[in-house]
């Protein structure tokens, strides 16, 4: 797909704000007919700009309080794809990334409280060729931004 142009960054903007919207809602906002929205998304698709529609769940709001931030130290060297593998089934992990430093990994993970926490952190460590882990617990999130 070529440029974006200003009306598929609109139509973009409307699904971010609100993912369930209709074609026909998008399209009173962009000023498009919902079968031309419906045409716009679909080549978005296809050409990968959305890479697709997922549900994203509060987990604070179904009691999952315990948060941890989990640096992860490897033997030797794995490939992110195979750390991706290894973790990716875990509902525990919100969010992993290979870092610089002395720590390979580090994860954001939520437990209901903090047996759970170590449960999963005994399934993290289990997953992968991991030399040792360190955790910090959050006590309290001060700033917290959405990501756009």
């Not at 000023?31 to 987990?59: E, H, Q, Y």
């Not at 941890?68 to 794995?78: D, E, F, N, P, S």
């Not at 002395?102 to 992968?128: G, K, N, Y």
Request: net charge negative.
């Amino acid at each position: 797909m070529d440029r974006l142009d200003e009306t598929d960054e609109a139509i973009l903007a409307a699904l971010t704000e609100h993912a369930r919207a209709t074609f026909a809602e998008i399209g009173e906002r962009v000023n498009l007919s919902a079968p031309a929205v419906k045409r716009r998304v679909d080549r978005m698709l296809d050409s990968g700009v959305i890479r697709g529609f997922t549900t994203v769940v509060d987990r604070n709001a179904v009691g999952w309080g315990t948060e941890a931030y989990v640096q992860v130290y490897c033997h030797g060297t794995i490939a992110p794809t195979e750390l991706r593998r290894a973790w990716v089934d875990i509902p525990e992990v919100v969010s992993a990334a290979t870092v610089t430093g002395t720590s390979d990994a580090i994860l954001h993970v939520l437990a209901r409280d903090m047996r759970h926490l170590e449960e999963a952190l005994e399934r993290i460590r289990a997953s992968a060729d991991i030399e040792r882990s360190e955790s910090i617990v959050v006590l309290s999130n001060i700033i917290e931004r959405a990501r756009s």
